[in-house]
């Protein structure tokens, strides 16, 4: 079938699914009202990690509150809604994820999950000839901006002599 690695993650969770229920467990997670445990329940199979069990749950469950989050999201969090002031790490950890989730929640409500999708559809490079002039901007000045503290860090640290 063209799956590669994730041939065995796809036989093992078809296994699985079938016993636990198959479509009705399906039915079941739908209509679940938190997100957190729908994610919970579908990073069970193998081969489902946060990301993945989000997707699953906005694109399939009805779980319009789940936000996929990788690094991308984050930076769009970083740069619209102040995320970066909350977290000094340099990945995207099980905290960050729950928080970056939860700017999202708080700022879109119940319909979250599908305005990450358009913010994060809005980052490609195939729809930058629809966006306004001053997202753009706005977006551009970003990413020189992460350019120049990614420089910045780079560099060795001066030692001043002092113990």
């Known amino acids: 079938l063209g799956l590669g690695y994730r041939a065995k993650f796809i036989m093992e969770s078809a296994t699985k699914l079938k016993e636990m ?20 329940a ?7 990690g946060r990301k993945v069990a989000d997707c699953i749950a906005l694109f399939s469950l009805d779980q319009t509150q789940a ?3 990788d690094v991308h999201v984050w930076k769009i969090a970083c740069r619209d809604y102040n995320a970066r002031s909350s977290f000094k790490t340099k990945s995207v950890t099980p905290t960050v994820y ?40 706005e977006m551009d000045k970003f990413r020189e901006l992460e350019k120049q503290e990614k420089k910045e860090a780079s560099k060795p640290k001066k030692q ?4």
């Open 21 to 40: 229920g198959g479509d009705d467990y399906l039915q079941e997670l739908r209509k679940e009202k938190d997100p957190s445990v729908v994610q919970e």
């Open 42 to 48: 579908l990073i069970e199979f193998c081969g489902i």
């Open 67 to 69: 936000i996929p989050v």
């Open 98 to 137: 729950r928080h970056i989730g939860d700017i999202f929640r708080d700022k879109f409500g119940s319909y979250a999950g599908w305005a990450h999708s358009l913010l994060f559809v809005a980052e490609l490079p195939s729809f930058r000839s629809v966006l306004p002039t001053d997202i753009l901007e």
């Open 160 to 163: 001043d002599g002092s113990n």
